[in-house]
């Protein structure tokens, strides 16, 4: 690994993996056009100052850039990793106007905060104790987000996670090719360094009750994300073999799952089926396949991650629909139909198309669950018809006690708008318990 110096004296070998070289980033740095009206800090959820941490590191200063970035967003060292940059920043990066390479922002935002947030070093001040008690569900980005703004105030906070390791989709279900799980595990102790106390394996609603949690704190921040992948309702879809793709990918990180010389069928055609297809190619399947009812213009899935699952051999199936899994105590094959739109627009399949394709595996991905069943227990909180959350502008939720963001907020986007939403409840928050002391 480079040991070089940068010029604040941090080790690179501090990094979870070199991301680029000074020089790299100096060049990249100095392509920026610094735009006054920052059409990439505008294409951020968290609002970052792109123009600012940019121009911090062509200067040296990449202390000063880590704070920038981290200021806006505590998890921007994950996001550098894992937000779709190619939509959101650099999408939005005015050199592609001019026909040339987009700045490559998120690797120059991993470069940034790689040395603060992996190497230990505190760029934060934490305000004296304020006496005040605030309990979060869930140590995914949103509750995390929240929990390191809350401590930065001098709160104390306590985050309860059903997990045994915390980070969320962070840790758990993002492709092991975008960020690995030991990098999300690291920006955790990060976020605890704050002064965030986190409580593993503790599930609310069974392990602690509600009541004891309203007992407990001042306020509640409910960042539980979304469930698993619901079965398909499919013949067959309990032999062994066939999976939910999240814990799929779970598997493959921790190291207890092996798909090599397999056949891998994927169902979904969103990003998380994409994941998957991907991180199967890469782990050594033999062939992969993207079963998807629609075609390629109807798939959820960035463009640019289905070029790369592309360029791994995954081969993409669309306009088919799964109707059965075959096989005798193991998958064999997966049966489907094709399918059309006919001419209302309306999905329909063709008669006498039914064909099969021989795996060894097949992945479900076609939307996670919504927690409903633990949301509609909350005293005075609404869920709306697609079984999200209802907030106003603050995240603060009917209940006047308690606020709620990430996924279970928005039903499913990307870990920098949670990372947003736990900000923006966290200051709602604080501004609440100050009034209130205030009194």
Not at 151 to 158: E, L, P
Not at 231 to 257: H, N, P, Q, T, Y
Not at 344 to 361: F, N
Request: contains cysteine; glycine residues 12%; aromatic residues 4%.
């Amino acid at each position: 690994m480079n040991q070089m110096k940068s010029p604040n004296g941090i080790s690179e070998a501090l990094q979870p993996a070199p991301t680029m070289t000074w020089d790299e980033a100096l060049v990249e740095a100095h392509r920026c056009l610094m735009c006054w009206d920052a059409p990439c800090t505008r294409a951020c959820p968290t609002d970052i100052n792109v123009p600012q941490f940019i121009k911090r590191i062509s200067t040296g200063d990449l202390i000063g850039s880590a704070r920038s970035i981290l200021g806006s967003n505590i998890l921007g060292a994950s996001c550098a990793r894992v937000c779709p940059t190619e939509v959101l920043c650099a999408g939005a990066c005015v050199l592609n106007e001019l026909h040339e390479r987009p700045i490559d922002i998120g690797r120059l935002q991993a470069f940034a905060t790689d040395d603060v947030v992996f190497g230990g070093v505190n760029i934060f001040e934490v305000a004296e104790p304020t006496g005040h008690s605030i309990g979060i569900i869930g140590a995914g980005p949103a509750g995390l987000s929240a929990g390191a703004e809350l401590a930065k105030f001098g709160h104390s906070v306590v985050i309860y996670d059903a997990n045994e390791e915390p980070g969320g989709l962070n840790t758990h279900g993002v492709a092991n090719y975008k960020m690995d799980k030991h990098t999300s595990l690291r920006e955790v102790d990060f976020i605890k360094s704050l002064g965030v106390e986190i409580r593993n394996g503790v599930a609310v609603g069974s392990d602690v009750s509600m009541d004891t949690m309203m007992d407990d704190h001042e306020a509640v921040f409910v960042g539980v994300g979304l469930g698993g992948v619901p079965v398909l309702g499919l013949e067959g879809e309990d032999l062994d073999g066939v999976d939910d793709a999240l814990d799929f990918i779970a598997a493959l990180r921790d190291g207890s799952a092996d798909v090599a010389g397999q056949r891998v069928a994927v169902v979904g055609g969103g990003n998380t089926a994409v994941d998957a297809v991907t991180q199967s190619a890469m782990a050594g399947a033999d062939r992969v396949y993207l079963v998807y009812r629609r075609g390629r213009a109807q798939m959820g899935g960035y463009p640019h991650d289905v070029e790369r699952a592309l360029q791994h051999g995954v081969e993409f199936v669309h306009w088919s629909a799964p109707v059965r899994i075959e096989g005798e105590g193991r998958v064999k094959a997966l049966a489907s139909v094709r399918t059309e739109l006919d001419d209302s627009g309306v999905l329909q399949t063709i008669e006498g198309t039914e064909y099969s394709i021989p795996v060894d595996r097949v992945l479900r991905a076609t939307g996670q669950a919504k927690l409903t069943p633990f949301l509609s227990t909350l005293d005075s909180v609404e869920i709306d018809s697609g079984g999200r959350v209802v907030v106003d502008e603050h995240h603060r939720t009917g209940n006047n006690r308690i606020w709620a963001g990430g996924d279970c907020v928005n039903g499913g986007k990307e870990v920098v708008n949670a990372v947003q939403h736990g900000k923006i409840a966290a200051r709602s928050i604080d501004e609440a318990l100050r009034a209130t002391a205030a009194v």
